[in-house]
């Protein structure tokens, strides 16, 4: 299983182009969503409970509980639970100390501690947890539960732990069991293979459909069962005993209380963690809000229903609530019709569960593992610096289980925020005049008084010297230390000026006066201010003159904070999410109504935002229908938005009528004739505002001129597919410059509603920026 819980500016997810439906039709795709769910679980929760080591039952009435309470009880609509890839290693380790019985036991009381955390209202300080931290714990995981698996698949078993099993590799390798063996690669296979057979061509491409609406674990195992019974191979099977409703008797641990507790605490928390995080990733998915204490409460639930009938420890899953979402699922119905469906495949089909090999639900999990090790997460956690608090606790899982990985990765966490606290560096630069520059930066603390000292002995006596601090913490040791040496080499004929200097480059004086005129060249404002007009650049005569000061002020103060993003874009490619289509506008400043940065967006911009409808006479362009193509097949971009604007130019045009003026055509009359759709769908259906009414006619044909530009898209081939295939979202805005409000449609409604600005606790930052004036995050 992977956790995604990255941001992005504008959100992607796999909802499709149409309105949401209601009533009979919303009933029809949840119980459809909750179909494909149903046989991505059964087969998935019995590898579950075949890596964990107790009955496959269990797998299944875990399901089936998580489905059914968690679907009524939980806070995330669309959130499915049950039995967790995560869980495994921890619950095998439980299973082999305590037995079963005790293990139910101990999932029952964790999920007597999740009821009260909920209802103490905490859900939220468990996100605090470092995101490498819970990536590494997942990876660790997964890797423990491939190489457990591995044997499996081998044609033999697995040992009581991952070092253990490494050490085991060898042997198992030098004599596998060849019907075993071709039961999992042939799992292994057609598990990768199936979502790439719809781009099969011929009857093959029409086959590849089939992953739509028959899921790759399904698939994988019904092919391995097929195969095992058409060679009459000789490998060993499931072992399911008749189901048993009634609860099985709850045994007290035997053990020390302090290793019974921490098993408690360890699988509440790992439960809770990925339960959250996994909510936090539906809701953003979904464009939902849901309620993650009663989410919790509807875990702890679970938990404990499923310790009492015989099942697995729940948790909410990434990879069951994705195909909810993408299956169409629209309500927590298709969650609680999954969980019944899986109670019916436990009661009624027995006898073709017993069927499966057990080398191809080894292989399936197998496959889970090795997935939990999420590429895209290290990319993330290295470019946040995190990478050794990742590697340490992925080692650390795998050496010395769930717990002791995740406290030893919280252990690198706190030192390496120490380390990075107590780093400075001081820099001395000697002018040709003969005047001395300091620049220290990062924290000045006690720790770096010597460094600092060492540094300012340096300096000639009588020389003028400017001490420029980066606008880092300064403690009260530094500070004595900075202003006796002052004192002194004032005493000796020299000169010392003091500032802090901040990232927007404002110049400040030590008690936080900026000091005006300090920053050179004509730009002494933030990067985000205007050109025009403005009292803090100097006006030129010469545009381009004006245009190089602006490049000679990013090369001076913003390319040194931009350089090792940029080079890691050089070395790996544009891997952008969003394909952002607006119009060429001066006004529109696409990354900054997004908050967007190098990388995020591939922008295409045109007069008017067209997206010019393939084969009208006259009007085609094929620039636009080329980036959209390169985006949607080459990028595998997820989300593409059509932004408008108020006052735009293109609109008033249209309205009075330049593109059908008499003459021959200019290349603008030739373009704006894009736009006769839009004119056409003002006079039959113009679109509005869910909140205001509209100014005047052109800011009407502004936003029904964004909802043509969407059906457009969707004629191009490409973008129709992905869209059916539920990979893409299209999506409506519009930004009005007057109120400075970006505005997303609503397609159920056909009305335009304003995004809302988050509520930001109050703070010594937010304090500065309301004082002083907006700040830009890039």
């Not at 598990?191 to 590849?208: E, F």
């Not at 899986?342 to 057990?358: E, F, M």
């Not at 795998?398 to 120490?418: D, F, H, R, S």
């Amino acid at each position: 299983m992977t956790l995604d819980i990255s941001t992005a500016p504008i959100a992607s997810d796999t909802t499709d182009h149409a309105p949401p439906p209601t009533g009979r039709a919303r009933w029809a795709r949840d119980a459809s969503a909750s179909l494909v769910v149903a046989l991505i679980a059964v087969p998935f929760s019995l590898g579950i409970a075949l890596a964990t080591g107790a009955p496959l039952t269990a797998g299944l009435a875990a399901a089936a509980v998580g489905g059914i309470v968690v679907g009524l009880f939980g806070g995330t609509p669309l959130l499915v639970s049950g039995p967790s890839a995560a869980l495994t290693v921890i619950t095998a380790g439980l299973i082999a100390r305590y037995g079963w019985q005790a293990t139910c036991a101990i999932t029952a009381a964790a999920g007597l501690l999740q009821l009260l955390l909920g209802a103490r209202r905490v859900a939220r300080t468990a996100l605090a947890v470092s995101p490498a931290i819970v990536h590494g714990m997942l990876a660790g995981v997964g890797f423990a539960i491939a190489i457990a698996q591995l044997h499996v698949v081998l044609g033999g078993s697995p040992q009581s732990s991952a070092i253990a099993n490494l050490l085991a590799l060898p042997g198992q390798l030098a004599g596998p069991h060849p019907a075993a063996l071709l039961i999992g690669a042939v799992t292994v296979a057609v598990l990768l293979a199936w979502p790439r057979m719809g781009r099969l061509p011929g009857r093959a491409g029409r086959l590849g459909a089939a992953p739509a609406k028959v899921p790759g674990p399904l698939a994988a195992v019904a092919a391995a069962t097929a195969l095992a019974l058409l060679l009459d191979l000789h490998v060993a099977h499931i072992a399911l005993p008749a189901w048993t409703p009634h609860a099985p008797v709850l045994a007290l641990p035997d053990g020390p209380l302090a290793g019974v507790l921490a098993a408690v605490l360890t699988v509440t928390a790992v439960a809770s963690v990925e339960s959250l995080l996994s909510a936090v990733a539906v809701d953003r998915m979904s464009r939902r809000t849901g309620d993650l204490d009663r989410e919790l409460r509807g875990q702890g639930l679970a938990n404990l229903v499923s310790g009492l009938v015989g099942g697995l420890p729940v948790a909410g899953g990434a990879v069951r609530s994705t195909a909810n979402v993408r299956a169409g699922g629209q309500s927590r119905w298709s969650s609680v019709l999954h969980g019944v469906w899986v109670l019916a495949a436990a009661l009624a089909l027995t006898g073709g569960l017993r069927l499966i090999p057990l080398a191809a639900l080894a292989a399936l999990v197998l496959v889970v593992g090795l997935q939990m090790v999420n590429f895209a997460h290290i990319r993330n956690v290295h470019r946040h610096r995190e990478f050794p608090v990742y590697l340490v606790t992925v080692l650390g899982v795998v050496a010395l289980g769930v717990l002791g990985g995740v406290a030893l990765g919280a252990g690198t966490a706190v030192l390496l925020a120490l380390y990075r606290l107590t780093r400075a560096h001081v820099d001395v630069e000697t002018g040709p005049d003969g005047s001395v520059t300091v620049h220290t930066h990062g924290p000045l603390t006690f720790t770096a008084v010597p460094r600092l000292s060492r540094a300012l002995a340096g300096v000639p006596a009588g020389s003028e010297v400017t001490v420029v601090h980066d606008g880092s913490f300064l403690d009260h040791a530094a500070y004595e230390t900075l202003h006796g040496w002052r004192t002194g080499h004032q005493g000796t004929g020299g000169r010392v000026s003091m500032v802090t200097r901040r990232q927007d480059d404002e110049v400040l004086d030590p008690d936080g006066t900026v000091r005006t005129g300090s920053s050179p060249g004509p730009h002494r404002c933030r990067a985000w201010t205007p050109w025009v007009g403005h009292h803090c650049i100097e006006q030129q005569e010469d545009p381009h003159g004006r245009l190089l000061d602006g490049v000679r002020v990013f090369q001076q103060h913003t390319a040194p904070l931009v350089r090792p993003e940029l080079a890691r874009l050089a070395r790996e490619g544009q891997t952008p999410s969003q394909l952002f289509l607006t119009c060429a506008d001066s006004r529109m400043v696409t990354s900054m109504i997004t908050n967007s940065g190098p990388g995020d967006l591939f922008t295409v911009r045109n007069v008017g935002n067209l997206v010019p409808a393939p084969f009208e006479p006259g009007a085609a362009d094929d620039s636009v229908a080329a980036a959209v193509q390169y985006a949607v097949e080459s990028l595998e971009i997820r989300s593409i938005t059509v932004c408008g604007h108020s006052g735009c130019g293109a609109m008033k045009a249209l309205l009075d009528g330049v593109h059908e003026r008499p003459g021959p055509p200019t290349p603008l009359t030739r373009w704006l004739r894009n736009g006769r759709g839009s004119l056409q769908r003002l006079r039959q259906a113009p679109a509005d505002f869910a909140d205001r009414p509209v100014v005047d006619l052109a800011e009407q044909l502004c936003l029904t001129n964004v909802v043509q530009q969407l059906d457009h898209l969707m004629a191009n081939p490409a973008v129709e597919r992905r869209v059916t295939e539920g990979t893409l979202r299209l999506v409506g805005m519009y930004f009005d410059f007057a109120t400075a409000q970006a505005y997303v449609l609503d397609r159920a409604a056909g009305t335009f509603s304003p995004v809302e600005a988050r509520p930001a606790p109050a703070s010594p930052e937010r304090v500065r920026a309301e004082t002083e004036g907006p700040e830009l995050a890039a």
